[in-house]
């Protein structure tokens, strides 16, 4: 019996349609040849986009490039001029002291209504030596345990460097209805001879320097002690400045 042998199959197959694959020894860049571009869609070589004419930009832009880089420039001046001048003069605020005061006398109307008599002696001070200032706007408060018991406005005033002024402010409470627990607290307090008010002052300042001048607010607060009417007088105070 002859030996079994595979069949072997022919080295060059032909499809039906005498369709042959390309050799795969050719190279691919022949056998695959780029279709040419359209005219129309070539694109400008270097030089030839260096020879194009610029386009001229609109005068309004150059002048509000101009106008930007001028206000930058004096914001920039101006910020180094305020701090050079801060550096060099140091201003402070002026400060809200209570040097004096005296309790004259606290009813208290049936049921919860209170009626107070109270006199300070208010300091102002303006530490800046090279500064005056003005004070156009006074206020002064009157609290006990955070209720309002008294408000006045002062007149406006000046003053030069290194200048105090003290005044007296006389502070009126006239029938004001108090809390049942801030009624029975005040008449505490008168009990043991430690009666305890807060003063609040809002200010608006304004500070003038050889150049100019710029203004602010600053609020005042103490905290004053006294013994009870109808000779009450000042043991204790805490006060501080603040804008």
């Not at 106008?67 to 180094?80: R, T």
């Not at 303006?126 to 209720?147: A, C, G, M, T, W």
Request: proline share 10%; charged share 15%; net charge positive.
């Amino acid at each position: 019996m002859p030996p079994f042998t595979s069949p072997q199959m022919p080295s060059t197959l032909t499809s039906p349609y005498h369709l042959q694959p390309p050799n795969a020894t050719r190279p691919m860049k022949q056998a695959m040849h780029p279709m040419p571009r359209p005219p129309e869609f070539e694109l400008p070589t270097r030089k030839q986009r260096l020879l194009q004419p610029n386009r001229r930009t609109n005068p309004a832009i150059w002048c509000g490039a101009i106008l930007c880089v001028m206000f930058s420039l004096l914001l920039i001046i101006a910020g180094i001029v305020t701090l050079i001048v801060f550096l060099v003069i140091k201003p402070r605020y002026p400060s809200f002291d209570t040097t004096n005061a005296s309790l004259n006398s606290i009813y208290i109307d049936s049921p919860a209504y209170y009626n107070g008599d109270l006199t300070f002696l208010a300091n102002f001070s303006n530490p800046n030596h090279k500064i005056d200032v003005i004070f156009q706007y006074l206020s002064i408060e009157l609290y006990f345990k955070e209720r309002l018991i008294a408000a006045q406005a002062l007149q406006p005033f000046a003053q030069r460097s290194g200048e105090s002024r003290i005044q007296a402010i006389h502070m009126i409470s006239s029938q004001v209805y108090l809390p049942p627990e801030i009624s029975m607290e005040i008449q505490e307090q008168m009990r043991s001879n430690r009666v305890i008010y807060n003063i609040r002052g809002t200010f608006k300042v304004k500070a003038s320097l050889g150049f100019g001048h710029f203004t602010y607010w600053i609020y005042g607060r103490c905290e004053i002690e006294l013994t009870a009417p109808p000779s009450g007088v000042l043991v204790a105070r805490n006060c501080r400045t603040k804008q």
